[in-house]
């Protein structure tokens, strides 16, 4: 098969079409077909060495795909060879062919095509598990959302408008606040030329997010506290901006702020079954409805992955970068 792999580390790190031997269905695996494969930010650190993959993973980039069973494990019973299929994998999408766990494969909702599907995987298990597992989400409450027209903050709007919150985002043009606004958010902040925690607090007449869903870290960390309401809860997904900072604690005690965060790839099995489970029930439906879309900003085919890189590390997009088989 023809695969990308990650040809050196050094200076940012290269990409290469290389070919490999199709991988094999392990037990709980099924081998699937690729159609198309999301571009996720982690695989941007992965290709400059700073996030392996997982302990018996694939080494290939790639945490998202969609694509037809071709073959399955001896212990699989939930799908069939044929079924069309969305699948969350801990590495190994750039790729043709790729693995993925039973439990970790979802449904392509009838409403989408496999390209759009590939766009789902990665983006809905993190934002509803952090956003409503961990954060507990509810109706009525304010959410701040950094990086609204990101990947996962095109997700987190829809998804959070639709159960019920009010929606906040920060994002850096007019452009794509527009967007966000056209995607739900009640309340865009571009924050080139606005203090986000002080728009906030004027926003909800001095209350305050209730939740704070938080890709960038660094200085972000004091003015997610800042701009967090009593109880609020602060979650970090990622730190482009920097995990290392000095920070005053005090108003995290005197507002009894929780600060949380998680990392997927890592996880085990049992805890991406039960998120897959959530999303087939109470999020798949939502599709179909048209309640929600997915949001993709290009395409490039599989040979031109480091042009895909280069356009999410210029952070000029809209949504999700595909990479099409």
Request: overall charge neutral; hydrophobic content about 40%.
């Amino acid at each position: 098969m023809r695969c990308i792999e990650i040809a050196s580390f050094t200076n940012g790190g290269t990409l290469s079409m290389v070919e490999r031997p199709i991988p094999k269905a392990r037990d709980q695996e099924v081998l699937i077909r690729v159609a198309a494969a999301g571009v996720n930010r982690p695989d941007i650190v992965q290709r400059q060495g700073l996030y392996p993959a997982p302990k018996g993973a694939s080494d290939l980039p790639g945490l998202e795909v969609a694509g037809e069973v071709i073959d399955i494990g001896e212990q699989v019973g939930k799908w069939q060879v044929g079924d069309q299929v969305c699948a969350l994998l801990p590495g190994g999408g750039y790729a043709e062919y790729a693995t993925a766990h039973q439990d970790t494969c979802l449904p392509v909702p009838p409403s989408l095509s496999l390209l759009e599907a590939a766009t789902l995987p990665e983006t809905y298990f993190t934002v509803w598990d952090n956003l409503f597992r961990r954060a507990g989400l509810q109706a009525g409450e304010t959410v701040l959302i950094h990086g609204g027209s990101s990947g996962i903050g095109t997700t987190a709007i829809q998804l959070a408008k639709t159960f019920g919150a009010k929606v906040f985002i920060t994002a850096g043009s007019p452009e794509k606040c527009d967007r966000c606004r056209q995607l739900g958010a009640d309340l865009a902040i571009n924050y080139r030329t606005e203090n986000f925690s002080e728009t906030v607090k004027r926003e909800t007449d001095g209350m305050g997010a209730n939740v704070i869903l938080d890709m960038v870290g660094g200085d972000y960390i004091q003015k997610n506290i800042k701009a967090a309401a009593f109880g609020g809860r602060i979650v970090s997904i990622a730190f482009l901006h920097g995990s290392k900072v000095n920070v005053d604690l005090m108003p995290v005690m005197l507002k009894q702020l929780i600060l949380t965060g998680s990392t997927m790839r890592t996880r085990p099995i049992e805890d991406k079954a039960a998120i897959a489970q959530d999303l087939v029930t109470q999020v798949w439906p939502l599709f179909s409805r048209q309640v929600i879309k997915p949001v993709m900003a290009k395409t490039f085919p599989l040979e031109n992955a480091t042009d895909a890189h280069r356009l999410m590390e210029s952070s000029q997009h809209v949504g999700k970068i595909v990479l099409t088989i």
